[in-house]
């Protein structure tokens, strides 16, 4: 199942998860305010774009720039920047297009950066805190959360800050430092990317090259593989390791060894496989275990195929021969008396069940059950008879999908309420229900939905607006082609039933491949609540024309003119990882394509047009980019430099931007 996100085109900002206030955005005709838990309105309607509140402030943007306001609706930073992000430890990331990013306080002071970043992330620990992070290139520098630099090198990688370290790796043009022992001819071979660990002050705790491998620190210890070094006889380069560097236990060797690189300390354990060879991760040869802080076997049983890692004195657990899960304590004693299929947390398998709230959501031999840390069985639920597969746990909801003629949609169950509701919705918020809410859509409507399995508000079914957008929008325009025999075998694996038909009029350009865009937007004709442009690629030469595309849709992107009337896009196709999604289209002769294309609105008016590339390379002959006839819009700065960005969503969703 898909992770699900409200977009920005069913209007959920495109910052901030769940609200640390109890403040929802909502938009009534294209303009934003919030509401409450109740869905009586706090803040009136009045902004082109909102941001969830984080540490009292709001960023929320007034025609094309961005201030910060409190939880009454007062500029406390007046608005003065074209793109702005939540406040974390008293600071937050502002930027325009010609400043880079920069730190204002909550006064809106900016605060010196030690260099010129092309970006600032924070990055937040998991014990409180965090650090911001700023990007040179590929490489970043560490700063603390004031923004005032903690070490001068440069790091490929910078783990969370965790019992007061982070472990940092960095580029291969760095070598390990000369340390009693050591060969310095050694370091000449030293090809992957070192490691080592500064406190929370930026300071070396442990230098480079003593370790090429450092987990994150939990408990006071991590796990660790000393840098193999014959002349120093070291008994096995798999070891325990405290803040300090040093070496509490080592993994015997032929005996005990790590499952993997990714493998942490946690809850007090870390795990390993134990065997005559547990190097070879072969069932027959050895199994799943878990060791404490000084390196001791917690159990074993020759018989378990999986472990999964400890949380608050548990772990699961599965043999080879039983297609069923276990609950472990640490002394390898079983709890649950249900039988269990599978676990559904969202970490697991690739990272430990975390047991949220105290609880855990299992799969059943006849339905799904929440089972507490003791393995009893706090609420059960029969297999709904409308689920497709199996569901995933959000929060206190477990999320069921049914597909259909019109899509997939969505219903979910609440173990702490016991409320079932049918699929209904087209989204659901990733973050399950937040200060009581849950966001969630229906069709082009969205709105917030109450555990009592009613609406605190809706989206009005009337009206609908231009976007108002401050970045580029990734595009997505699928067209089908006719079948045709000569082309049998081309195509990718996107499908679209968007298929090419006579042209709708005679004022094409004769014997020319031409792109046209109807000048007057129409309501809600963009993804059914977004006003929109209809737009015709059309042929009206004599032979069938070939496009690329990728997915089933075409590189196509709208532009806009900007202050020194200079055309830019405002979109961005984004771009597959997957070979199979690119291919081919063809539009036969006297035949068009027809497209909608979002209607912009935003504070600086400007003329738009649509732009093809027609050949990316992939199609014989190179053919010069396509252009549209401009029409009137308006859009915002950031549209000219800001992406949208993108976090790949499952497997099957092969994109990376």
């Known amino acids: 199942m898909k992770a699900l996100v409200l977009s920005a085109l069913f209007g959920w900002p495109a910052a901030g998860a769940q609200p640390a206030l109890a403040r929802f955005p909502f938009e009534e005709r294209g303009r934003w305010g919030f509401i409450d838990s109740t869905g009586a309105v706090v ?28 939880a009454t609706g007062q500029f406390v930073i007046a608005p003065r920047f074209e793109a702005a992000a939540e406040f974390h430890s008293g600071r937050a990331v502002v930027r325009s297009q010609h400043t880079g990013p920069q730190l204002i306080d909550r006064a809106g002071r900016l605060q010196p950066l030690p260099s010129n970043y092309q970006s600032l992330r924070w990055l937040p620990g998991p014990d409180r805190g965090g650090l911001w992070l700023g990007t040179l290139k590929e490489d970043c520098q560490v700063l603390d959360a004031q923004g005032r630099l903690l070490n001068p090198t440069h790091f490929r990688e910078v783990e969370p800050l965790a019992c007061n370290r982070m472990v940092v790796k960095g580029t291969k043009l760095q070598r390990p430092l000369h340390l009693p022992g050591n060969d310095p001819e050694d370091a000449e ?5 070192p490691t080592g660990v500064l406190d929370g002050r930026g300071r070396w705790v442990i230098p480079f090259g003593r370790f090429d491998h450092i987990s994150t620190f939990r408990d006071g210890l991590a796990l660790a593989t000393v840098r193999p070094n014959p002349k120093a006889r070291q008994p096995n ?11 509490v236990a080592f993994l015997p060797k032929g005996e005990l060894c790590l499952p993997s690189t990714s493998s942490e300390f946690s809850d007090g354990t870390a795990p390993v496989r134990v ?3 547990p190097s070879v991760l072969d069932d027959s040869r050895s199994y799943p275990a878990a ?5 001791r076997v917690l159990f074993r049983q020759p018989s378990l195929r999986q472990l999964s890692p400890f949380v608050r004195g548990r772990a699961w657990a599965r043999e080879a021969d039983r297609d069923q899960w276990f609950l472990l304590n640490k002394a390898g004693r079983r709890l649950n008396s249900v039988v269990i299929t599978s676990i559904l947390s969202d970490e697991w398998p690739t990272g430990a069940p975390t047991f949220a709230g105290g609880v855990e959501l299992v799969a059943v031999a006849d339905g799904y059950a929440a089972l507490d ?19 995933r746990r959000i929060g206190d909801l477990l999320l069921f999908s049914q597909e259909d003629s019109a899509g997939t949609r969505f219903g979910y169950w609440n173990w702490r309420t016991g409320q079932l509701v049918g699929p209904r919705f087209s989204a659901v918020a990733n973050d399950g229900f937040a200060h009581g809410l849950l966001a969630v859509a229906e069709g082009p409507r969205w709105g917030y939905f109450t555990p009592a399995g009613t609406y605190a508000w809706q989206q009005p079914a009337s009206g609908s607006a231009p976007l108002n957008l401050d970045y580029m929008r990734r595009a997505f325009y699928p067209v089908a082609s006719a079948p045709l025999a000569k082309f049998a075998g081309f195509g990718g694996w996107g499908r679209s039933g968007n298929r090419s038909r006579p042209l709708p ?29 209809r737009l015709y690629l059309a042929n009206t030469t004599a032979d069938t024309v070939v ?18 009337g200079q055309w830019h896009d405002i979109e961005y196709n984004p771009s597959s990882f997957c070979g199979n999604s690119y291919h081919q289209v063809f539009l036969a002769p006297d035949q068009c394509w027809q497209l909608v294309v979002p209607a912009y609105a935003g504070g600086q008016p400007t003329q738009l047009r649509a732009r093809l590339r027609a050949s990316r390379g992939r199609s014989k002959g190179q053919r010069p980019d396509l252009y549209s006839n401009p029409f009137a819009g308006s859009v915002n700065p950031a549209q000219f430099w800001r992406t949208e960005g993108h976090s790949p969503l499952s497997i099957m969703d092969p994109y990376l931007n």
């Open 237 to 247: 380069e798999e070891c325990l390791i405290d803040t300090t560097g040093r070496i």
């Open 505 to 533: 009029d005679p004022r094409f350009a004769p014997r020319a491949v031409s792109l046209r865009v109807d000048a007057q937007p129409m309501a809600a004709a963009f993804e059914q609540r977004v006003d929109g442009h």
């Open 291 to 295: 060791i404490d802080g000084r390196g």
């Open 275 to 277: 065997g005559d060879d």
């Open 189 to 193: 071979d030293y090809a992957e990317l």
């Open 547 to 564: 496009f690329d595309a990728q997915d089933s849709s075409l590189f196509l992107t709208l532009q806009a003119r900007d202050a020194q």
């Open 373 to 391: 840390t003791l393995g009893q069985v706090l609420r059960q639920l029969p297999e709904p008879d409308f689920a497709d597969g199996s569901p």
């Open 43 to 70: 803040i009136a309607p009045r902004f082109a774009q909102v941001h969830g509140f984080s540490e009292g402030l709001a960023a929320v943007r007034e025609q094309d720039l961005y201030g910060y306001i409190d």
